[in-house]
T-cell receptor, first 115, second 113 residues
């Protein structure tokens, strides 16, 4: 257990479904991130939140909608996804102080399959 | 394009040998580098980090070397064990107070018994 918990671990959804991914951290961090990990590609940054405010949206399609109600929780709402959106979605957190010592702490990810 | 890359996508070693995983980066303004290990079914896990004012840092069985002249980072694993089999990523942070990390593609290390 890294201190960052993601649920569900696996998700299969149809292209017309709406689902949400959840991330929770108990590390007292102030920054949270969503990354997409596809086979044979580098980790792709999707969204960054600092102190609950979104500070970066890396040109992510609107079918992905993040929500950060507080510094400990991060959601990724999914709707009308495409098969190419199938991937491992990783949540991470960091101190948010700008020093970044220790980098990110990652959760185990949600393996998403869009059918 | 990505600014952090790895020289080899896969590396296979015998148990007990030393492993060296390499990474090239292109942003000379990066001031902090991290190696992560990702085992199957898990998220990336921090292994070791190094600041740009250092050229070497050692941990338990792992050493990171930084050569700023040629913008090269390497991870050395001593006496590689089957539990070291995983994908290894390097990541860099650009100078300036942001915590944003840029990741490379990863090298898959396989340890043969």
């Amino acid at each position: 257990e890294t201190g960052v918990t993601q649920t569900p671990r696996h998700l299969v959804m149809g292209m017309t479904n709406k689902k949400s991914l959840k991330c929770e951290q108990h590390l007292g961090h102030n920054a949270m991130y969503w990354y997409k990990q596809s086979a044979k590609k580098p980790l792709e940054l999707m969204f960054v939140y600092n102190f609950k405010e979104q500070t970066e949206n890396n040109s992510v399609p609107s079918r992905f909608s993040p929500e950060c109600p507080n510094s400990s929780h991060l959601f990724l709402h999914l709707h009308t996804l495409q098969p190419e959106d199938s991937a491992l979605y990783l949540c991470a957190s960091s101190q948010g102080s700008g020093t970044g010592e220790g980098g990110y702490t990652f959760g185990s990810g949600t393996r998403l399959t869009v059918v | 394009g990505e600014s952090v890359g790895l020289h080899l996508p896969t590396l296979s070693v015998q148990e007990g040998d030393n492993s060296i995983i390499n990474c090239a980066y292109s942003n000379s303004a990066s001031d902090y580098f991290i190696w992560y290990k990702q085992e199957s079914g898990k998220g990336p896990q921090f292994i070791i980090d190094i600041r740009s004012n250092m050229d070497k840092r050692q941990g338990q069985r792992v050493t990171v070397l930084l050569n700023k002249t040629v913008k090269h980072l390497s991870l050395q694993i001593a006496a590689t064990q089957p539990g070291d089999s995983a994908v290894y990523f390097c990541a860099e942070r650009a100078q300036g107070g942001s915590e944003k990390l840029v990741f490379g593609k990863g090298t898959k290390l396989t340890v043969n018994p």
